[in-house]
């Protein structure tokens, strides 16, 4: 059951609504914030072009009009799945467009007036609906006979009759009627005509045949169904792929058929013996022309009284479905582009010759609208130069994919190459990726944390990791160093418990920084290492709590916060190393890191973009969830930038992999050569 | 082929009808060319104002409210979007500002254009791209959500946010390259959501941003270096464009931006709050700024 849908405009104003039950608008929110904005969710995943996004036990479906900038969500429970959703987006798409997209081109329209479209929507629910789990606004129980309607176009019929008058009648047949179904047919099973195959049966009892046809009140809706049970009769049972509906009884009835049929009477006692009596209630056991004249003639009665008797709404109702099969036809009809006639429509040398000519015109005058074979050549032409800049191969395509969907079917603008605006539009893609969501500021949030009100102060806490060789240890020094000069203390520990000279190295290091420090008189810092060979999560554990010294040796006062920042180094590990990686789960836990930023060197190829996966999806904490909102580590430090010159694509690279931002780059080998990520200096670069 | 060279010999000689024929051409020739060129040319240029903020703050309901005079349900914005409104008859547009009130005659109001821009970090360059770029930008308005600056990362956001708006304006003011100084874009900061339970009033959220802004000032002066220093020939960054306000001041205060041009006012509005006052619709508080400012 659709729990929403709403439609709304990429500047974010709801044009329409329907709600049947109460959502909040944070899902919508956040599938407009991590898909669309942050681009979480890789793109074209999903059937039929639908995708799908998951939160808080709520499925959203969405498709997108890009001409007219909007956005149709349908929003319902997990639990269910709910296979008509992609053609109900389909066709709404369809056919708001068509119906309010004029209007919505024009600039400055913040609504358009939807009134019509609220019985629009509501038909075509009713006709994509596959019924079981369709909501009924009428009473009938929908347990038994109805829930396993084969999809049929029985939507005119409910909306206009809700015939309770045959409700109570219908119930009584329910039961032997299941066991129709246990005798081998497949997905109709109310008190419809299906011929079953093996037909050893009685004649059926009068009375029971007459009030049956009676009974089916809606006549057309029995004969309608009949047919398209008809024409299913041959498909599989009950492909609708509904797992929650209720009745789901019969299925197992049918598993069953192979065994031998359990029979059930009125009382739930099984009966056994004979498989004869009163089974088939349906009124095919006469079949015969009557019967047909009469579906027919019920048929004809049936459309005129559609016609007249509800009016305008149906009227719309029955353009509707016509409307709705083209567009359903046409979205599953694979696109043929038939753009190999665009060129070459003049036979001859002058023809090809004199187009050739009018295109290089409209490329530098502007104002030509690109189809894909324009944008084709000029995108390789960009990807290899992206390629040349060390952007993994991957990061490149989805980039150039991300220009393409972006720039198809739009004009360029006056004496703009198409050149020039797919650089354009490179560079905004590149500048959108590259931005971080909340850039770091890491002075303000060591002096929140440090600064907590009294018990809740506590020491800040950074580690790095890295495969081995990129610059961890050095990076970590100049960071120390950045953290002194601002008067912190600063707490380094040897997390790497297993290269030969990692100790001493950071000894050095902190040797040189206090030496430095004291000259200025600034900071404190100093080294905390169990030697070699011991675990490196409780290392760190034991340092985080030296640091934070909690009330244990206190002569006079609580236990004071000894350090302000803890640094924390680890051992490098290669990145396809699964042991190796998984100590990296039991140290996030333990340590508790309020910052993890993984070193990755400005020379590495495409290698980064495994490295920075299989890094990313280590830190999970102890209920299986990744860090810091599912993305596992806080930034990226991106080592060694004064050795590539121009060829700085590791950057898009490591961020196109797992969606964290950069947050430092080193560019050299001393103290001071940390510097931030400023966005348009590596655009530049990249796009020079 | 007669006719022609008659009708030129007439016109090269020096008699009186040819001369005064060839003084009206010459004179009325370039006034027409002027008056077509000048007819397409002309679009007058709508006052615009720019509604920017962090995201959630309401800005993408504030500009259905001011448009249409009911706000529409909005989800996050992913692109700008422009509306074309008029002063409602309540408000008085700063040329009205010495009419008297008993002055009947009919007044058009004057209709403004607002820019709406998303405010997800990853789509703030629309709002800095408008900011600078040179249109009839007549104010700006940074919607903040009362209720989330009680909280220490909303105030965070907020305050950096503003922080880059400020500074933006400060250096466009002292930075220009001609003597003439840029004309200064007034700011109204507006405090959204004032109706939730837990939101701050309007001074008290003045306050605290003012302090929120000088702990930022403070960390950014001794951040670490940007990676594009050195990129552009302006020489060393001088430490004293780069700080917000009164250079040394100890704390920061938004009078201190008044000597950049920038002069900034605090009002408190709720979108779907009722209205309050009689005669008075919601927002009427940004109406009358805009007024104000148009």
Known sequence: MLDGFEILTTSGIVLWRRHYTPISSNLIDSLVRDVFIEEKQKPGGGENGAPSYKKDRYTLRWTSAKDVGLVFVAVYQSLLHLSWIESLLTAVKGLFTKAYGQEL???????????????????????????????????????????????????????????????????????????????????STDATPIPTPDTSRPATPGHAASHLLTAKGGPGKASRRSRKAQTFNASAPVSSGDESSAGRNLKGGAKTAAKGKRRWDVDGMAIEGDDDGVLDYSASATPGPENAERELDVADVNTSQMGSRTGKGQFVLKDLDDEVDAILASSSKPQQQSNATDDSTGSGLLASASSRLTSLFRNVVGGKTLTKADLQLPLQQMQTHLLSKNVAPEAATRLCQAVETDLLDQKTANYTSIESTIRDSMTKALTRMLTPTSSLDLLREVTSVTSGQGALARPYVISIVGVNGVGKSTNLSKIAFFLLQNHFRVLVVAGDTFRSGAVEQLRVHVRNLSALSQREGVGKVELFEKGYGKDAATVARDAVAFATNKGTQAPGGSGQMLYDVVLIDTAGRRHNDSRLMSSLTKFGQLANPDKVFMVGEALVGTDSVAQARNFAKEFVDTKGKLRNNGVGMDGFIISKCDTVGDMVGTLVSMVHATGIPVVFLGVGQHYGDLRGLNVGWAVDKLMK | MKKLEDWLTWALSPSISAILVTLIFSLTLPILIHTYLYKRAVAKELPTFLLLGPSGAGKTSLLTLLANGTPSPTHTSQAPQTAICQLPSTTRSSEDKYRSENDTSSRSQPSIQLLDTPGHGKLRHHAISSLTFPTALKGLLFVVDSAVLSSAAGLTETAEFLYDVLLLLQKRHTQGKTSKTPLAIPVLLVANKQDVFTSLPAGLVKSKLEEELGKVRQTRSKGLLDSGIGMDDDGEADEESSWLGEYGANGFKFAQMREHGVDLEVVGTSTSGEGEGEGEGRGHECWSWIGANV
């Open chain 1, 105 to 187: 081109k024009t600039p400055h329209t913040l609504k358009v007036n939807t009134a019509q479209w609220d019985p629009t929507f509501d038909a075509l629910v009713n006709r994509l609906d596959t019924g079981s789990t369709r909501r009924q606004s009428d009473t009938i129980d929908s347990e038994g006979p109805t829930e396993l309607t084969p999809p049929s176009s029985s939507a005119g019929d409910d909306a206009d009759e809700p015939p309770p008058v045959p409700a109570p009648l219908f119930r009584k047949p329910a039961i032997p009627t299941k066991r129709d179904d246990v005798v081998g047919d497949s997905t």
